[in-house]
């Protein structure tokens, strides 16, 4: 079946202790991107891969890393996490660009104490 | 920075009821994306609009591309049940294909 997995799903962490959470797409899809959705603001991207080892920062980068090491894998990075990271987490991918149909992941919802 | 703003927030309807939405920018864009995401799961896509003056209908939605490149609507016809949800334009900023911004979205209740 194609899909975009996340994992994990639910995550509560502590301030300043360093996660990842795994994105991971079977569509052999060249476009990853990852979103984060907060009430009242919608979504807002916050990296994006064209394909492997091309990433470029969204509108809301600062406090994440990326990497694209192969094409299915988009992991997300956060260092030092803080309580301002709270929200839900979205990764998705596509053909070739944003501009194609993206398929969403499941979400990840992150709260950071 | 380029934002798009979509009104209403949100929406309160019967069952059976059309409705309309739009979302708009200061900046001009070249393509205009809806997506709908439901309740617990990632946004699924509509209609993607890539023409100023577009018109593009997927069953019961309908999108239109602004002529002034600023703007875009969409309209539901009959509403049903299953189109609980939130609505979010999209589109590229200043043209990069990787980038995207999305509106706050519209969150439309329908009432049987």
């Known amino acids: 079946e194609a899909q975009v997995t996340q994992n994990p799903r639910y995550l509560i962490t502590v301030t300043g202790k360093k996660l990842t959470v795994t994105c991971s797409q079977n569509?052999?899809?060249?476009?990853m991107s990852w979103y984060r959705q907060d009430p009242g603001l919608g979504l807002r991207q916050i990296y994006y891969?064209?394909?492997?080892?091309?990433?470029d920062k969204g509108d809301v980068p600062e406090g994440y890393k990326v990497s694209r090491k192969e094409k299915r894998n988009f992991p997300l990075i956060l260092e030092s996490p803080s309580p301002n990271q709270t929200s839900l987490y979205f990764c998705?991918?596509?053909?070739?660009?944003?501009?194609?149909?993206?398929?969403f992941g499941p979400g990840t919802r992150l709260t950071v104490l | 920075g380029q934002q798009l703003n979509q009104s209403p927030q949100s929406m309160f309807i019967q069952e059976g009821e059309d409705v309309s939405m739009n979302c708009t920018s200061s900046?001009?864009?070249?393509?205009w994306l809806w997506y709908k995401q439901d309740p617990g799961e990632g946004p699924v896509l509509l209609i993607a609009?890539?023409?100023?003056?577009e018109l593009t209908s997927n069953g019961r939605l309908t999108a239109q591309f602004g002529t002034t490149r600023k703007d875009s609507f969409l309209n539901i016809s009959a509403s049903i049940p299953s189109d609980v949800g939130i609505y979010f334009c999209?589109?590229?900023?200043?043209?990069?294909?990787?980038?995207?911004?999305f509106g706050q979205g519209t969150t439309l209740q329908v009432k049987p």
């Open positions: 891969s064209m394909n492997v080892e091309v990433t």
């Open positions: 999209a589109g590229p900023v200043s043209g990069n294909t990787g980038k995207l911004i």
């Open positions: 609009l890539y023409k100023a003056g």
């Open positions: 998705a991918s596509s053909p070739r660009s944003g501009l194609d149909t993206q398929y």
């Open positions: 900046s001009i864009f070249n393509t």
């Open positions: 569509m052999n899809h060249e476009y």
